[in-house]
């Protein structure tokens, strides 16, 4: 049985960007499930209605239900744009993207075991707003290490070389040099969303418009990072929103009741 990680919209030919050679593609979102300020049906439609996307992922940390209740909602609905299962992993040397994935994957493997479990999956893994030091990030090391490995999965896929948010602005000249000396892996963007308008203000630029074309284009090394840094006042009120968010979370959790939180 082939098992699907991702759901594909309503389109070819009639989505937002059908008239353009390369899509875009924001693969680094987080909903209600983890520690963003929107559910995952919000993201949906925002997507829809305000962004020109053709694919998105929903990653949230050490979780792929809200990524898979995204996927049946998508299957549900008559959207523009394709929908991927994902995760943020945090492993022992810092957060991996899992993309393609159907099942979860644990925090605080070693890197080199969350890189194989990711690609016995079938997946595809991206290091998160790699040598950051906030939030926990892979280092310059670690990114070696990987490149030098010999066991099967063990690798990356490309490296997160745009982010907006404060994380990502950190050591982002010093990502990119050491991906042009050394590395030579896909660098890729996405928003890091935690809030509904920070979706696609970071993505990917790549030939075609599916999660089928944006899966060949990280392979064969034809993706851009895209995108502006976000502001210093906005990546403040950012967290405000997502400690809200999260403290109305954990009343739903004490004082069941209520699930529009999802």
């Given at each position: 049985?082939?098992?699907?990680?991702?759901?594909?919209?309503?389109?070819?030919?009639?989505?937002?960007?059908?008239?353009?050679?390369?899509?875009?593609?924001?693969?680094?979102?987080?909903?209600?499930?983890?520690?963003?300020?929107?559910?995952?049906?919000q993201i949906l439609e925002h997507v829809e209605?305000?962004?020109?996307?053709?694919?998105?992922?929903?990653?949230?940390?050490?979780?792929?239900?809200?990524?898979?209740?995204?996927?049946?909602?998508?299957?549900?609905?008559?959207?523009?744009?394709?929908?991927?299962?994902?995760?943020?992993?945090?492993?022992?040397?810092?957060?991996?993207?899992?993309?393609?994935?159907?099942?979860?994957?644990?925090?605080?493997?070693?890197?080199?075991?969350?890189?194989?479990?990711?690609?016995?999956?079938?997946?595809?893994?991206?290091?998160?707003?790699?040598?950051?030091?906030?939030?926990?990030?892979?280092?310059?090391?670690?990114?070696?290490?990987?490149?030098?490995?010999?066991?099967?999965?063990?690798?990356?896929?490309?490296?997160?070389?745009?982010?907006?948010?404060?994380?990502?602005?950190?050591?982002?000249?010093?990502?990119?040099?050491?991906?042009?000396?050394?590395?030579?892996?896909?660098?890729?963007?996405?928003?890091?969303?935690?809030v509904l308008e920070g979706i696609g203000t970071?993505?990917?630029?790549?030939?075609?418009?599916?999660?089928?074309?944006?899966?060949?284009?990280?392979?064969?090394?034809?993706?851009?990072?895209?995108?502006?840094?976000?502001?210093?006042?906005?990546?403040?009120?950012?967290?405000?929103?997502?400690?809200?968010?999260?403290?109305?979370?954990?009343?739903?959790?004490?004082?069941?009741?209520?699930?529009?939180?999802?």
């Amino acid at each position: 049985m082939t098992v699907r990680t991702f759901s594909e919209g309503r389109r070819r030919g009639t989505g937002p960007r059908a008239g353009d050679e390369r899509g875009r593609a924001d693969m680094h979102i987080h909903s209600l499930y983890s520690d963003g300020t929107a559910s995952v049906g919000q993201i949906l439609e925002h997507v829809e209605q305000h962004t020109e996307l053709d694919v998105i992922a929903i990653t949230d940390h050490e979780r792929i239900d809200g990524a898979q209740r995204a996927a049946e909602l998508h299957a549900a609905g008559d959207f523009s744009f394709d929908l991927v299962v994902g995760e943020e992993i945090t492993t022992r040397r810092g957060h991996v993207l899992a993309l393609f994935i159907h099942e979860r994957i644990p925090a605080l493997l070693s890197l080199d075991e969350s890189l194989r479990r990711i690609h016995a999956q079938g997946g595809i893994a991206i290091a998160a707003h790699p040598m950051a030091p906030l939030p926990l990030s892979v280092g310059r090391r670690s990114l070696r290490s990987v490149r030098d490995a010999t066991d099967e999965g063990i690798y990356f896929d490309a490296l997160e070389l745009f982010n907006p948010s404060h994380a990502g602005r950190m050591r982002h000249d010093a990502r990119l040099a050491l991906n042009a000396a050394e590395l030579g892996l896909p660098g890729v963007g996405n928003s890091d969303g935690h809030v509904l308008e920070g979706i696609g203000t970071g993505a990917t630029g790549f030939p075609g418009h599916t999660a089928v074309d944006y899966r060949a284009a990280v392979a064969a090394g034809t993706v851009t990072p895209e995108g502006e840094h976000w502001s210093a006042a906005h990546n403040v009120d950012v967290y405000r929103r997502q400690l809200r968010a999260k403290l109305r979370h954990l009343w739903h959790t004490v004082k069941p009741g209520s699930e529009d939180w999802r």
